[in-house]
């Protein structure tokens, strides 16, 4: 399997009044044509670490790291201006809530056929072909009215399917998505994560899928990094997620309240001072 | 989650701790803290530091001035500054030159501190009171009240300011005071169009229902719980103004229906100036750049100030 | 006794051709001393109807009973001390500029209490937090320990009902227990009514013993936890969102 991203002991800080926050510490690991899931809480630097893979980390925040290659091309050294050819290009982004992605000032089809033309020249009438195809790629029923749409009078299922396209149009070869689904009610949840598969899969990318959700992101990726505290305490296979060995992760799973396990108290994770110190584990 | 340790001195380490012990402690910590990040903007300090230069000026006006500001010596008219003495050597005393009556212009520039000081205290304690009053009130209250309310706001903001001001002055006769008035009475309607917005976003918050389902009353959650939130921006608003307030109470002075003569306010020094301005471009500039520095400072302060108290970036 | 007994009630915003129905002759009842969760999508009018309970909803017809009695309008301060509502974001329920001590204090003196200093420590034990929390500013908080502030002001009149609006749904899965088992601690301690929304059957099904399933602004159908485990659902709608939460739970 071809690496397509490495990322090796990559570090984000934001000096602040009391000293350097070290927001990701040292985080490693490499990503091939497959699923990658990161997991972990809130401040636990998953994010960050999305954001720190597309040099995203505005000043005065700081993304260091020993090496960060796509393709075996270097992306710490490059500029601004290279980097946006990058974004995009040749990896995509898609954030939680649609509503804040999409420019609502401007209908949802030339939305998705700018992104096209950002980065490939080519003529409105073909490019409008294209996002009318992408549309319907993400299970779009009606692309020709969808097309004339303003953001606001989407569903967020429909928002989220929308941000997928026009992050999928100009076909990057990895695509970040950072809790796409949050924001989705339960039933809509699976129908948008079903097309993102099919569209990731059928076109050969890397996907890295960033989630606090445990159980979502076991059924969905290939191979999941937990993160704790800036660090990944542990990475796994994602089928054998309900073997996982690091305290931190069975303490996540045990405290979910369960549908078919009926308990009277939730089992509470006693965090342990020593998962903040403890080296990075590579995945 | 890792705070690299620095040492830190007693005092300091007190009032940025996160885990405050009293009262007291926690309000002085969150000042400092506030303190910390307005230090962190240069331009703002030097406003503040040009705003504190100006307080101790008007305090120590009677020692600094060099003369009377009063004191006319006819013999003396028009004098240059003191750079320029060379073409008209011999004159010694006016640093800042002399004025059309041979007044000593750093002098009344000393003096006339004080009533710039005199007007923006007093606008700043008028304006913004009864602006957060009638913004906060017709923005919670809402229905009727807010449509009388803000259609009388809607009234003073359609008057030129300048105009209504120079109406008031008109009725209520020219001088210090009732320039101050006038200008406060045009200058509240923006505050409560700002603490009115404010307020309808505030009010439909979480925390302001919380407090409602405590069986709190309107007064309470307007004093206690909005005034809290609206205050900062409008002290930012109010910091921005100045520089228009001095402006405006140099405008009425300009026109004569300000301070009277032979007050030495700096928007009627430029009047008078102004019969000179082609010969004598001292007496008219001066006191012009006088504001224009005062103006400048409170404008560098009002931008530092939102950075700081901004609600929107919040403190977190 | 009942605890809440609601009968008809319709929840609507807007006049005339802007009328939008958020809730649709509902009916519901919680037993004294019992705990009932309303579950549904966003949208289906589930917050809504604790709003309406609270009076924070502008305009609504039916019967809301409390403690056997009709509330009034607008509600009086006996009500307040005797049905609190918890908000979903701890993030938004909190005051910006005003200490833990001074949210409670100042809730604890709107109800008239004299012995404040006591009863602040009392509630903050209560919750869990301790008194090393009791100066501190919502911004010098986690979400969590902002929640069980926000438990602690409703916990202050000694309530008897509490209202829970999703209040784990903003914070991580791991504080999330620790909060559901805090509301299980106190429900037996101060034999508290619990009346839940949320969107996470798992989470209902762990606090509640009987569920009310909304779409659209109508409750579709009423089971208890019991059922709703065993799939003994006769609404399709029920069966969809429980076989899409055990779907994206069992991986």
Request: charged share 20%; proline share 5%.
């Amino acid at each position: 399997m071809s690496k397509l991203l490495e990322v090796e002991n990559l570090w984000v800080k934001f000096p602040t009044r009391n000293g350097v926050f070290d927001a990701v510490r040292g985080v490693s690991f490499s990503l091939g044509q497959e699923r990658l899931g990161i997991v972990g809480e809130s401040g636990s630097g998953k994010s960050m670490t999305g954001r720190a893979i597309l040099r995203l980390i505005r000043p005065p925040g700081m993304v260091e790291a020993d090496k960060l290659a796509l393709e075996g091309e270097d992306l710490m050294g490059r500029s601004e201006k290279e980097m946006r050819k990058v974004r995009g290009q040749q990896i995509s982004m898609i954030m939680q809530d649609p509503k804040f992605s999409l420019n609502p000032v401007m209908r949802v089809g030339k939305q998705i056929m700018e992104a096209y033309r950002l980065h490939y020249k080519v003529s409105k009438k073909e490019a409008k072909k294209k996002a009318m195809a992408m549309l319907e790629a993400v299970a779009i029923r009606d692309p020709e009215r969808v097309y004339r749409m303003f953001p606001h009078e989407v569903s967020g299922g429909m928002g989220q399917r929308i941000m997928i396209a026009m992050m999928l149009i100009p076909d990057p070869k990895i695509m970040i998505a950072d809790e796409p689904t949050s924001a989705l009610d339960v039933s809509v949840q699976m129908q948008v994560l079903e097309i993102m598969d099919k569209l990731v899969k059928d076109r050969g990318m890397g996907l890295i899928f960033i989630s606090h959700d445990l159980n979502l992101v076991s059924s969905f990726c290939d191979r999941v990094l937990i993160m704790y505290a800036g660090r990944v305490v542990e990475t796994l296979p994602a089928d054998k997620l309900h073997e996982a060995q690091h305290p931190y992760t069975r303490g996540l799973l045990n405290s979910l309240p369960r549908l078919d396990a009926p308990c009277e108290r939730l089992e509470v994770l006693k965090r342990d001072p020593a998962w903040a110190i403890e080296e990075s584990v590579s995945g | 989650m890792s705070l690299s340790d620095t040492p830190k001195a007693g005092l300091r380490a007190w009032l940025l701790t996160d885990t405050p012990t009293s009262r007291r402690h926690a309000r002085a910590a969150s000042l400092y803290q506030a303190w910390l990040s307005l230090k962190g903007n240069h331009m703002a300090m030097l406003g503040l530091g040009i705003l504190i230069f100006l307080v101790v000026i008007a305090a120590l006006a009677s020692v600094l001035a060099p003369s009377d500001p009063f004191i006319q010596d006819l013999s003396l008219r028009l004098t240059p500054p003191i750079w320029q003495a060379d073409r008209d050597p011999g004159i010694e005393g006016y640093i800042l030159g002399s004025d059309s009556l041979g007044r000593d212009i750093l002098s009344r520039l000393l003096y006339g501190s004080r009533i710039t000081l005199y007007i923006v205290t007093l606008v700043a304690l008028m304006a913004p009171i009864v602006g957060l009053l009638v913004g906060t009130i017709a923005g919670y209250t809402g229905g009727w009240i807010d449509i009388i309310l803000m259609r009388i706001t809607d009234i003073f903001l359609a008057f030129p300011r300048l105009i209504l001001a120079l109406a008031f002055v008109a009725t209520l006769g020219a001088g210090i005071e009732n320039a101050v008035l006038a200008i406060s009475l045009t200058a509240w309607p923006p505050y409560a169009r700002i603490a009115r917005a404010e307020t309808l976003t505030i009010r439909n918050s979480d925390y302001i229902h919380a407090v409602r389902l405590q069986g709190a009353g309107p007064m309470r959650i307007i004093t206690k719980h909005i005034w809290p939130l609206c205050i900062s921006s409008l002290v930012v608003r109010v910091t921005l103004d100045m520089a228009g307030i001095i402006l405006a109470a140099a405008g009425l002075g300009f026109l004569g229906l300000g301070a009277q003569p032979p007050s030495p306010e700096w928007g009627a020094m430029i009047s008078e100036g102004r019969k000179f301005i082609l010969d004598h471009w001292w007496v008219a500039t001066m006191p012009g750049l006088a504001i224009f520095t005062v103006s400048l400072a409170f404008n560098l302060l009002g931008d530092g100030l939102r950075d700081v108290l901004d609600p929107k970036d919040g403190s977190q | 006794m009942s605890g809440i007994e609601i009968e008809g009630l319709n929840v609507w915003f807007g006049e005339y051709e802007e009328r939008v129905d958020a809730v649709k002759s509902a009916n519901l009842s919680v037993p004294k001393g019992g705990s009932f969760g309303l579950v549904g999508e966003s949208g289906s009018g589930k917050s809504t109807i604790l709003r309406a309970i609270m009076g924070l909803a502008p305009t609504w017809s039916g019967k809301i009973d409390i403690l056997g009695r009709a509330v009034e309008k607008p509600r009086s301060r006996d009500f307040y001390r005797a049905v609190q509502m918890v908000f979903q974001d701890p993030y938004a329920s909190l005051h910006p500029r005003h200490s833990v001590d001074q949210v409670l204090s100042e809730t604890l003196s709107l109800h008239g209490f004299s012995d404040i200093d006591k009863r602040i420590s009392q509630l903050l034990d209560d919750v869990g937090l301790g008194p090393s929390f009791r100066f501190r500013y919502p911004h010098q908080l986690s979400g969590g320990q902002r929640q069980r502030v926000a438990i602690a002001r409703a916990l202050a009149p000694e309530p008897k009902i509490l209202l829970l609006d999703e209040p784990t749904s903003a914070l991580d899965v791991s504080v999330q227990a620790e909060i559901l088992n805090l509301l299980t601690d106190l429900r037996a301690e101060h034999k508290l009514t619990y009346l839940m929304v949320s969107h996470d059957l798992a989470v209902v099904g762990h606090i509640c013993q009987d569920i009310a399933v909304m779409q659209l602004g109508e409750i579709v159908e009423t089971l208890s936890v019991e059922d709703m485990r065993a799939m003994k659902t006769t609404h399709h709608y029920t069966k969809h969102l429980l076989e899409s939460s055990l779907q994206s739970a069992a991986g």
